[in-house]
């Protein structure tokens, strides 16, 4: 039986490796195919491996997964025992993990529950969302550049009158210096090409998406979710499965908020960190919708208003609005105020959208 912690970076990796006799290992291994090989070879089916989640954890851990008994993800929230060290280094974090696997296997107690490893779509998901997000912030930075230009030359037009498609033509006519002209044709041209990127990006969600037909069914059918907002809450998700109840789904959503609480003392501290952030971005983003459909949170939001801060209210609609989708994805359910017409157009465009780029997907019952 081995134990080994694993300090992975982005070109080498770092083993401490616990026999069952007692004996430890220190090794350092380059990131490539070989070196990969290379510990491979010291694995066999009494081995444990454990280390933190990071940004090729997943595949890393996808390689010696076959080659182990049991290979572990950590994840960093949770993790605190390397960070209460004063000697912090590579083989250190390496043996402290490797310590904390074999108290966890040998007690056989979850002392810390493994990172969820989602299957290739949802990895690909998220993967597509990050460059979504990330383009979305560049377009975002280059309207601010191209207004405040402008504004800098007394041309104090609105956005809406700058950013649409009709009016950049007018725009870069207007009598200016060469130099401000050829900031402006340049922006024009680069923000023009991050639009048309962001569409492929958008183009290539929705048929990657086109995997998980039943869940975005019935996420569509609650007013406010379009097929895009769904497919996000997906690729958080992966599956709801996971989740033994609403509230572990909620707080894995970034909604619910933490309790510090000591002797008679409480205190309701920030949401967590340790799921994900894109759906609870684009949900906010809706709630306006989800009040004015559903009469029941609409009464609700009104009430608890009068007495808290709206910040505090809307994030609490956001968990509310999480509770119903985890009934609904749990039950297979639509969602009870559903509009038929708009539920069935957002799902006939999906459909021809699949079916125009030659996308084969199983249709919903």
Same mark, same amino acid.
Request: include cysteine; charge should be positive; charged fraction near 25%.
């Given at each position: 039986m081995k134990f080994i912690g694993i300090d992975l970076h982005s070109?080498?990796?770092?083993?401490?490796i616990i026999c069952g006799n007692g004996k430890k290992v220190k090794e350092s291994y380059?990131? @490539? @195919? @070989? +070196?990969?090989?290379?510990?491979? #070879?010291?694995?066999?089916?009494?081995?444990?491996?454990?280390?933190?989640? +990071?940004?090729?954890? *997943? #595949? *890393?851990?996808e390689l010696i997964k076959p080659l182990a008994k049991e290979v572990?993800?950590?994840n960093p929230y949770k993790l605190k025992l390397i960070s209460?060290?004063? #000697?912090k280094t590579d083989h250190v974090d390496a043996e402290k993990l490797a310590i904390y696997l074999k108290m966890q296997?040998? +007690?056989?107690?979850?002392?810390?529950?493994p990172v969820y490893i989602p299957e290739q779509n949802i990895q690909e998901l998220r993967s597509l969302f990050c460059t979504y997000k990330l383009l979305r912030k560049h377009i975002g930075a280059t309207k601010n550049r191209i207004h405040s230009v402008l504004r800098q030359n007394l041309h104090p037009f609105t956005k809406q009158f700058i950013f649409g498609k009709k009016n950049r033509s007018q725009i870069l006519n207007l009598e200016l210096e060469p130099g401000i002209k050829f900031q402006l044709k340049f922006l024009f041209c680069e923000l023009e090409h991050m639009e048309n990127s962001i569409q492929e990006i958008e183009d290539r969600i929705h048929i990657v998406g086109s995997n998980y037909m039943r869940e975005i069914d019935i996420l569509t059918s609650m007013k406010g979710i379009s097929v895009f907002t769904a497919i996000a809450i997906i690729?958080?998700?992966?599956?709801?499965?996971?989740?033994?109840?609403?509230?572990?789904?909620?707080?894995?959503? !970034? +909604?619910?908020?933490?309790v510090d609480s000591s002797n008679e003392t409480t205190h309701i501290t920030k949401t967590n960190k340790i799921g994900r952030k894109l759906s609870i971005?684009?949900?906010?983003?809706?709630?306006?919708?989800? !009040? @004015?459909n559903n009469a029941k949170l609409n009464r609700w939001y009104n009430k608890k208003?009068?007495?808290?801060?709206?910040?505090?209210?809307?994030?609490?609609?956001c968990r509310r609005v999480f509770a119903e989708i985890y009934q609904m994805l749990k039950k297979g359910e639509y969602h009870y105020y559903r509009n038929e017409l708009n539920h069935a157009g957002k799902m006939n465009e999906y459909c021809k959208f699949l079916d125009a780029n030659g996308i084969k997907y199983k249709k919903s019952a």
């Amino acid at each position: 039986m081995k134990f080994i912690g694993i300090d992975l970076h982005s070109n080498c990796f770092t083993v401490f490796i616990i026999c069952g006799n007692g004996k430890k290992v220190k090794e350092s291994y380059s990131l @490539d @195919d @070989d +070196s990969i090989r290379r510990f491979g #070879k010291k694995l066999d089916k009494g081995s444990y491996v454990m280390l933190e989640a +990071s940004t090729n954890s *997943f #595949k *890393f851990a996808e390689l010696i997964k076959p080659l182990a008994k049991e290979v572990i993800i950590a994840n960093p929230y949770k993790l605190k025992l390397i960070s209460m060290t004063n #000697k912090k280094t590579d083989h250190v974090d390496a043996e402290k993990l490797a310590i904390y696997l074999k108290m966890q296997v040998v +007690s056989k107690e979850k002392l810390i529950n493994p990172v969820y490893i989602p299957e290739q779509n949802i990895q690909e998901l998220r993967s597509l969302f990050c460059t979504y997000k990330l383009l979305r912030k560049h377009i975002g930075a280059t309207k601010n550049r191209i207004h405040s230009v402008l504004r800098q030359n007394l041309h104090p037009f609105t956005k809406q009158f700058i950013f649409g498609k009709k009016n950049r033509s007018q725009i870069l006519n207007l009598e200016l210096e060469p130099g401000i002209k050829f900031q402006l044709k340049f922006l024009f041209c680069e923000l023009e090409h991050m639009e048309n990127s962001i569409q492929e990006i958008e183009d290539r969600i929705h048929i990657v998406g086109s995997n998980y037909m039943r869940e975005i069914d019935i996420l569509t059918s609650m007013k406010g979710i379009s097929v895009f907002t769904a497919i996000a809450i997906i690729a958080d998700i992966a599956t709801v499965k996971r989740f033994p109840n609403s509230k572990h789904f909620t707080s894995y959503l !970034r +909604s619910a908020p933490g309790v510090d609480s000591s002797n008679e003392t409480t205190h309701i501290t920030k949401t967590n960190k340790i799921g994900r952030k894109l759906s609870i971005t684009l949900i906010a983003q809706s709630l306006n919708h989800f !009040r @004015d459909n559903n009469a029941k949170l609409n009464r609700w939001y009104n009430k608890k208003v009068e007495n808290k801060s709206r910040g505090k209210v809307r994030m609490a609609l956001c968990r509310r609005v999480f509770a119903e989708i985890y009934q609904m994805l749990k039950k297979g359910e639509y969602h009870y105020y559903r509009n038929e017409l708009n539920h069935a157009g957002k799902m006939n465009e999906y459909c021809k959208f699949l079916d125009a780029n030659g996308i084969k997907y199983k249709k919903s019952a």
